[in-house]
């Protein structure tokens, strides 16, 4: 089993930056690629980045690169989410993903998910 928490979510304006964390536990955690995705109201759950198990490999969208990084801290077994130049359209809510070995970009390709946490930007 696989535990994720998220946490670091809020309210703020457009050109903000916010960061996001999930705390990983579980039985061989290290070997699991971890993600992010997110979610708005009315659309379907979408992928926004990932990171190998020894985090040598980082994918993001298109529709957040250059503005997003993540990262993950194998003392702390955590993943962070970092955002800058949020837009309106970034309004979500982001989950933590957890996917045995590989790193992937699709929802049915992850095994355990965090609880989720909110994200608005306001305009």
């Known amino acids: 089993q696989v535990q994720l928490v998220e946490s670091g979510g809020g309210l703020v304006q457009t050109g903000d930056s916010l960061r996001l964390s999930c705390a990983a536990s579980?039985?061989?955690?290290?070997?699991?690629?971890l993600a992010w995705f997110r979610q708005a109201p009315g659309k379907e759950r979408e992928f926004v980045a990932t990171v190998s198990w020894d985090g040598d490999r980082q994918f993001s969208s298109d529709a957040v690169r250059g503005r997003f990084t993540v990262s993950r801290d194998w003392a702390q077994n955590t993943i962070s989410l970092q955002m800058n130049s949020l837009k309106p359209e970034d309004t979500a809510v982001y989950y933590c993903?957890?996917?045995?070995?590989?790193?992937?970009?699709?929802?049915?390709?992850?095994?355990?998910w965090g609880q989720g946490i909110q994200v608005t930007v306001s305009s």
């Open positions: 579980g039985h061989n955690i290290k070997s699991y690629g």
């Open positions: 993903a957890a996917a045995y070995g590989g790193v992937y970009s699709f929802p049915t390709d992850y095994h355990y």
